[in-house]
């Protein structure tokens, strides 16, 4: 067309980010440009003009409805990954409660199973047998403790209270 130059610019807020250009001055205000060509969502094809006729224009405009569609096939490609990126999460989520519910019921069953056989008043357990019933809740609470303290420290990264830093360490470590 002769131009100068040409961008595609898209209102962010009181600014304009410049999505695409050409030509030997980046247009990054629509003011700068010649004239103004609306497209969608707050964007617009600011040109540098040259010469346009009247059939450049409808041909320019043409390509504009190009870029529209363009943008819009981008924003709807970039809300299909969001929503792919949500479904996988949800999935994850799933089975990570089942896995999670699966470890917690364990220690628990083993706890409870322990304690109501030493409340049992109709058995007379040996202190060797009430000895390996008080070890076994002992180290099932233990379990418990650590997987509970390992989704509280989990949940927290996740929500960022707490920022994980990569760093070398030797393998001694």
């Known amino acids: 067309f002769g131009l100068e130059a040409a961008s595609v610019l898209r209102r962010d807020g009181d600014s304009w980010v410049t999505l695409a250009w050409d030509g030997d001055t980046v247009l990054d205000r629509p003011d700068k440009g010649s004239e103004i060509i609306d497209l969608t969502g707050g964007a617009v094809l600011v040109i540098l003009d040259g010469q346009l006729t009247t059939d450049d224009r409808a041909v320019l405009r043409a390509f504009a409805a190009q870029i529209v569609q363009a943008l819009e096939r981008v924003e709807l490609e970039r809300e299909a990954d969001s929503a792919e990126a949500m479904a996988e999460t949800d999935r994850l989520r799933t089975a990570l409660l089942g896995a999670v519910s699966h470890d917690l019921r364990t220690p628990l069953a083993t706890i409870k199973a322990s304690v109501t056989s030493l409340l049992e008043t109709g058995v007379e357990w040996t202190p060797?047998?009430?000895?390996?019933?008080?070890?076994?809740?002992?180290?099932?609470?233990?379990?418990?403790?650590?997987?509970?303290?390992?989704?509280?420290?989990?949940?927290?990264v996740q929500v960022g209270a707490v920022h994980v830093f990569f760093r070398p360490v030797g393998l001694d470590e």
């Open 128 to 156: 060797e047998q009430t000895s390996a019933f008080l070890r076994a809740i002992l180290e099932e609470t233990e379990r418990l403790d650590r997987l509970v303290g390992r989704l509280l420290d989990a949940s927290r």
